[in-house]
């Protein structure tokens, strides 16, 4: 995994001290950092258009899993000819949209013809450095929250299966089309330091992950995870995508008390997500001003957990 590679070192490259990292970040003066991210995929939707929304807003998510301030963004396209030119340009004007929406611009990019579609963003951003929310500040005691349904993962399976069609999952779909701006700006004003975004690696590998950044445990109430509308039953059905096997493949393992949970809690704890919501580590006299701040910009956050003085991992309960 490219960001598991070992960087030069460089005092001003604070990313590097940093496990698990959701960008890089480069500090350029005593106040600020750079920040900045690459993301890009083949499509999870069959609408160009809508593709190109989810991939920029999948993009952008690491700037905001930092509480950075998106700046600019050049796209990347991998494209077959055979699709032709409007095709593209309803992808690209997705993109646009969501970068825009983000405060940002467009400032270039690079295209190669391949056979297989593909788009994302190199996205560039700032955060003043001791504002900067990472996945090392946990504390016992926090409460975990989840600003996103989990399933989406599933549900693309299903669409690319022709057993849903895109009306069928509209919830996942403008749910993957949201940015994390709002749950970021919730946490930057009241003082939250611990975040990550949720994508490929699952709710249970990227808590894994925060977790051990942090030296401590995380205890996931799995009856409180939020889902996606249809996703159980895609469940039941089989539809799990190659992504969600790697991930229990890899972390299940690692966690405690998994052999106790039912087929679907596992399913949705490494379903890989795209454009997924924030996991949020809040400190307990924080919680309330944090869900006010979030009602306030229309955002809905789900507790799903604990953070617990236990440096093995994550518990599931």
């Known amino acids: 995994m490219l960001d598991q590679i070992p960087t030069f070192n460089d005092p001003r490259l604070l990313s590097q001290d940093i496990p698990f990292a959701d960008a890089g970040i480069f500090r350029i003066d005593e106040k600020n950092a ?50 032709g030119q409007d095709m593209l340009a309803e992808v690209l004007k997705g993109g ?96 939250v330091k611990a975040a990550t975004d949720v994508t490929g690696f699952g709710l249970l590998g990227h808590s894994i992950e925060m977790a051990t950044a942090s030296g401590l445990g995380f205890e996931l109430e799995t009856e409180k995870l939020p889902v996606y509308p249809r996703v159980a039953e895609m469940a039941e059905m089989g539809l799990l995508p190659a992504g969600l096997h790697r991930n229990r493949n890899y972390y299940l393992p690692q966690a405690h008390q998994a052999a106790e949970l039912s087929p679907l809690a596992l399913d949705l704890l490494c379903d890989p997500q795209t454009s997924g919501g924030l996991l949020i580590s809040v400190n307990q006299d924080l919680m309330l001003p944090l869900l006010e701040q979030l009602a306030e910009r229309q955002i809905t956050a789900h507790e799903i957990g604990r953070v617990i003085e236990d440096p093995t991992g994550v518990s599931l309960v």
């Open 34 to 83: 750079l920040v900045q991210s690459v993301d890009f995929f083949t499509p999870v939707v069959d609408d160009p258009y809508v593709y190109g929304q989810i991939a920029a807003a999948n993009a952008l998510s690491d700037l905001y899993a930092v509480g950075a301030t998106p700046l600019t963004a050049l796209s990347l396209v991998a494209f077959p000819l055979e699709l």
């Open 96 to 191: 646009a949209e969501r970068v825009a929406a983000a405060g940002a611009v467009i400032a270039g990019g690079h295209s190669v013809e391949d056979a297989e579609p593909k788009y994302g963003l190199a996205v560039t951003g700032m955060v003043e450095i001791d504002r900067m929310m990472t996945a090392t500040a946990c504390r016992v005691g926090d409460r975990l929250l989840l600003t996103k349904p989990l399933g989406c993962g599933i549900l693309s399976t299903a669409l690319k299966g022709e057993v849903l069609a895109a009306e069928d999952m509209s919830e996942a779909i403008t749910g993957m089309i949201t940015l994390n701006r709002a749950a970021a700006e919730a946490c930057m004003a009241v003082g």
